[in-house]
T-cell receptor
Framework: DAGVTQSPTHLIKTRGQQVTLRCSPKSGHDTVSWYQQALGQGPQFIFQYYEEEERQRGNFPDRFSGHQFPNYSSELNVNALLLGDSALYLC???????????FGAGTRLSVL | AQKVTQAQTEISVVEKEDVTLDCVYETRDTTYYLFWYKQPPSGELVFLIRRNSFDEQNEISGRYSWNFQKSTSSFNFTITASQVVDSAVYFCALSEAEGADGLTFGKGTHLIIQP
């Protein structure tokens, strides 16, 4: 049984560019959450998708947007990249409300 | 607003010692969940435990134990007879129990177990 998978593993972009990160949830899970983890910090909640809609959003600007597909996989898009967007981006999947969130290995984004 | 505080930035102990990681939380919700996750150097967060706010019973799983005290808003994690493989960053987290459940994490405690 595959766990949460994220792609790509690493990514290098320059300021002003746009990036798309992808996540496939654990089998049987219908909810996907995205987190940003800066170096030496705890993960910060970006948003959560359920039934292809954004159910909850953290304190992140509109440059961060997402999508969930009918097969429950999800994308995180970041526009107009800033140096401060350099971080590890983690995807987590779960079922329903209050379900345990299981995390993928993350995508490390470097913005130069 | 929810908040999780892990005051211990880094702890270093010698193998086989017991170690306790502290977690203090703030929330206005009457029902909520508390979590502990482990993040080894590989980066993937590994789920350790979830506790419902109505369940204040302590829990033990092998060398791991958790002490939840609602009166002090604390959810501490103890590793007994620590091992080098326990070296990692440990995060405490909080979520609502109803509705959307994005996790609020603490800043983490870096645990170093020396052989």
């Amino acid at each position: 049984d595959a766990g949460v998978t994220q792609s790509p593993t690493h990514l290098i972009k320059t300021r002003g560019q746009q990036v798309t990160l992808r996540c496939s949830p654990k089998s049987g899970h219908d909810t996907v959450s995205w987190y940003q983890q800066a170096l030496g910090q705890g993960p910060q909640f970006i948003f959560q998708y359920y039934e292809e809609e954004e159910r909850q959003r953290g304190n992140f600007p509109d440059r961060f947007s997402g999508h969930q597909f009918p097969n429950y996989s999800s994308e995180l898009n970041v526009n107009a990249l800033l140096l401060g967007d350099s971080a590890l981006y983690l995807c987590a999947s779960s079922t329903g409300t209050g379900g345990v969130q299981y995390f993928g290995a993350g995508t490390r984004l470097s913005v130069l | 607003a929810q908040k999780v505080t892990q005051a211990q930035t880094e702890i270093s102990v010698v193998e086989k010692e017991d170690v306790t990681l502290d977690c203090v939380y703030e929330t206005r919700d009457t029902t909520y969940y508390l979590f502990w996750y482990k993040q080894p150097p590989s980066g993937e967060l590994v789920f350790l435990i979830r506790r419902n706010s109505f369940d204040e019973q302590n829990e033990i799983s092998g060398r791991y134990s958790w002490n939840f005290q609602k009166s002090t808003s604390s959810f501490n994690f103890t590793i007994t007879a620590s091992q080098v493989v326990d070296s990692a960053v440990y995060f405490c987290a909080l979520s609502e129990a109803e509705g959307a459940d994005g996790l609020t994490f603490g800043k983490g405690t870096h645990l170093i177990i020396q052989p």
